[in-house]
């Protein structure tokens, strides 16, 4: 018998494609590039999801479940850049900021010093990966991917819609005539496949902040130069506007979501973002829901970000209480730190004792979106949360705070019929702010129509119901995010990675 043959460089089968993952040191930025890497690693992929190591320590969770499931899964911690001066030690998330100055320009200055870091790390790599991802907001990985000869897609955050709206004001000179106008002067955004008017508080930009220009710009000319983009959206609920987009932007667009639907199984479910400390309070908010009836409960949750003055919660508050519904309300725990404001909380507890339930820190909003007892949501208009909303058919009220999220509730709203706006117009500061855009009776107005009867409700639920099933289809094997995924992974891996 002749010995057997000695493989080869030619025979060996070739490594899996490798994909570098660098979000926004933001939640609302990385759990979802946290589901895309857990996409990826169940398709056969490696995935490596680069971020400091505070943010890291918070992912600890994810990548333990990830390595008992045997998937090429990794959390890559880099050291926060040192030396910040004005920015207190500690910070290397915006959910941690608690003065507007820390975020603008501090944090944001911060992270681009990781680009010395993330590319030795990328050196350091027997083979170069197949591609990088990036955040939209994290232009400084451009020159890296550039120096090192590896592909480049961008992940924008908001769905296409507001992404074409922004590239779109960006291509039309929109941004500068907004910001030459009045207040209260109205404007179309050309280009768009409906009518979306804006004012300067409304327009697109994720960057709208003060101080953030040189940013912006950077993180414009990355997205010209980059090789495409991934989006967390699927096709039956944007198709218009991604073939748009897509257009405009002259470059692959690649809509893979929801990527929350990523988390198939109960742990992933609940432990979506969470920390270890946390287990009881989800368990006791379970069993609260567990006794309520079907699509009786409005929850209501604003986000990472934002903090609301004492004002604002009470507003809130009395305007659930006023509503007669049955209500979740997650509260922030920095919110509710003053002894006066604790005791307002408590005596409403007292007051809706068995019809509401206040829960002071985090919560697992996949598992409380997906229980059969909520039926609707109260949400500040962040992507992620919206489309976790309508992944699971629950309609929403719109109580949009910054940036993006005045355009994601008119998509919402206008174009999907499955919200009911609260009535805001201006955005509000990150760090408790003092403005009162919304009183209690805008509150119990908005989830009284949400939760309520008569055919307007019925037909919110019923759309939010068949997007549900639609985005479900469009993550199973078959469905366009699926294959989408499929197609991805096969373009990138046959690419290669050159040696290190």
């Not at 979306?196 to 697109?204: F, H, L, Q, S």
Request: hydrophobic content about 45%.
């Amino acid at each position: 018998m002749a010995p057997a043959e000695e493989p080869t460089a030619a025979t060996l089968a070739p490594p899996a494609p490798h994909f570098v993952l660098v979000p926004l040191a933001a939640q609302g930025h990385i759990i979802p590039m946290l589901d895309l890497a857990r996409l990826l690693a169940e398709r056969g992929a490696r995935a490596s999801l680069v971020t400091t190591p505070m943010n890291g320590a918070r992912l600890r969770g994810i990548a333990d479940q990830a390595a008992r499931a045997k998937l090429a899964l990794e959390v890559v911690e880099l050291p926060f850049p040192t030396g910040i001066d004005g920015l207190p030690p500690g910070i290397e998330n915006v959910d941690q900021v608690t003065d507007n100055n820390h975020f603008a320009p501090l944090l944001v200055d911060a992270l681009p010093r990781l680009a010395g870091p993330l590319e030795a790390y990328l050196r350091g790599l027997a083979a170069r990966p197949s591609c990088i991802i990036s955040d939209w907001c994290s232009g400084w990985t451009a020159g890296v991917a550039t120096s090192l000869g590896i592909p480049l897609l961008f992940f924008h955050g908001p769905p296409c819609f507001y992404s074409l709206c922004d590239l779109n004001a960006i291509d039309h000179g929109l941004r500068e005539q907004i910001a030459e106008a009045g207040d209260q002067e109205r404007f179309v955004v050309p280009g768009m496949p409906v009518r979306v008017e804006v004012t300067k508080a409304t327009a697109p930009g994720l960057l709208n902040f003060p101080r953030l220009e040189a940013l912006w710009v950077q993180c414009v000319e990355a997205m010209r130069t980059a090789d495409g983009a991934v989006v967390n959206t699927f096709l039956d609920l944007e198709h218009q506007f991604v073939a748009c987009y897509e257009a405009a932007l002259g470059k692959p667009v690649w809509t893979l979501g929801p990527f929350c639907l990523a988390n198939k199984d109960a742990e992933a479910v609940a432990s979506r973002g969470n920390k270890a400390d946390d287990v009881a309070r989800q368990s006791a908010v379970t069993a609260w829901l567990d006794a309520r009836d079907t699509d009786s409960v409005v929850y209501v949750n604003f986000g990472s970000v934002v903090r609301k003055h004492r004002r604002m919660l009470v507003e809130v508050g009395r305007g659930l209480e006023d509503s007669g519904k049955p209500f979740l309300w997650v509260v922030k725990e920095p919110e509710v730190a003053a002894p006066e404001v604790r005791g307002w909380l408590e005596a409403l507890e007292a007051r809706t004792a068995g019809r509401g339930l206040v829960v002071r820190g985090w919560v697992p909003q996949l598992a409380i979106l997906s229980h059969r007892a909520v039926g609707g949501f109260v949400t500040h208009c962040g992507w992620n949360s919206l489309l976790e909303s309508i992944a699971h058919g629950v309609p929403v009220v719109t109580w949009p705070h910054i940036s993006d999220q005045f355009l994601n509730e008119r998509l919402a709203v206008d174009v999907l019929g499955v919200g009911v706006p609260v009535g805001v117009t201006e955005p509000v500061n990150l760090c408790e702010d003092e403005n009162m855009p919304v009183g209690r009776e805008d509150v119990a107005r908005a989830v009284s129509a949400l939760m309520g009867g008569g055919a307007e409700a019925d037909e919110r639920r019923m759309k939010a119901k068949k997007y549900g099933e639609e985005a479900r289809r469009a993550m199973a094997k078959g469905g366009s995010s699926y294959e989408n995924l499929t197609r991805l992974i096969e373009s990138f891996g046959q690419r290669g990675g050159k040696q290190g």
